[in-house]
């Protein structure tokens, strides 16, 4: 599987880049999979897409300052690279936990369940990163240690394995499990809960076969942060769990 050419196209001197096309395609399809599924949720579509406007934006800049403050030797004094968000160099957890966080903030002002909320947009970031993750290929990054596999990504002429790949794979399967989930969903949380159980689970996994893991010290962060969010996200849903099922003995 050979790396293609990052450039798509010129438009007025300017190249636009795969990774950016494949980035913007995979927020789209997972704006329009949120939007159709709202009204299960009992949440008004206009006011779903205020929420993906104001979200969408700060997860990028979250996902773009995450990435460059774990390479701040790098890119230390050059705003230019900092800002050239075409180049790649988004990294997921930083687009989550900054995504998540205003979609929380703006829930207490607009009195919006956010539970209830981010259950509906947990299946849609799911499929977005399924789709965005193909930027990596495009970029020649993300990849893992050396292999014969047939399916390696050919880079510089050597074959690496394709996390890039792997990750795509599981986020669509998972895409498939939670929209399985949230239609029989027991409470509220429960999507939520499960993707952050079973991506992070999967990135653990996949992150110990790369080779350009942001680090924390000794420790792959992705891989250290993905085992505080399975653990806190079991915590939680134990706990909602057991509170949803108390709620309908009552009933």
């Known amino acids: 599987m050979p790396t293609p050419d990052p450039v798509a196209f010129s438009l007025f001197g300017v190249n636009i880049m795969w990774y950016g096309i494949t980035v913007t395609l995979g927020i789209i399809l997972a704006v329009l999979v949120a939007y159709w599924r709202a009204p299960k949720h009992d949440i008004d579509r206009d006011r779903l897409l205020t929420f993906i406007l104001i979200c969408v934006p700060v997860g990028i800049i979250g996902a773009r300052a995450y990435y460059v403050l774990f390479n701040w030797s790098s890119y230390a004094g050059d705003i230019g690279r900092i800002l050239n968000f075409r180049a790649g160099g988004l990294a997921v957890h930083g687009g989550l936990i900054a995504g998540l966080a205003m979609g929380a903030i703006l829930c207490l ?143």
Request: hydrophobic share 50%; with cysteine.
């Open 109 to 251: 002002i607009w009195k919006v369940r956010p539970l209830n909320l981010m259950d509906l947009c947990a299946p849609a970031i799911a499929l977005g990163q399924a789709i965005g993750r193909w930027g990596n290929w495009f970029n020649g990054e993300a990849h893992g240690g050396p292999t014969d596999l047939p399916w390696a990504v050919v880079i510089d002429g050597q074959t690496y394995h394709p996390t890039f790949l792997y990750e795509s794979i599981w986020c669509f399967i998972l895409f498939i499990i939670l929209i399985c989930v949230d239609n029989r969903r027991q409470f509220e949380g429960q999507v939520l809960l499960l993707y952050g159980i079973l991506y992070s689970c999967e990135r653990f996994l996949v992150e110990a076969l790369r080779t350009d893991s942001l680090m924390i010290g000794p420790f792959k962060q992705a891989q250290v942060i993905s085992l505080v969010i399975i653990i806190v996200c079991l915590i939680f849903y134990v706990i909602l769990n057991k509170k949803s099922g108390r709620e309908s003995r009552r009933q």
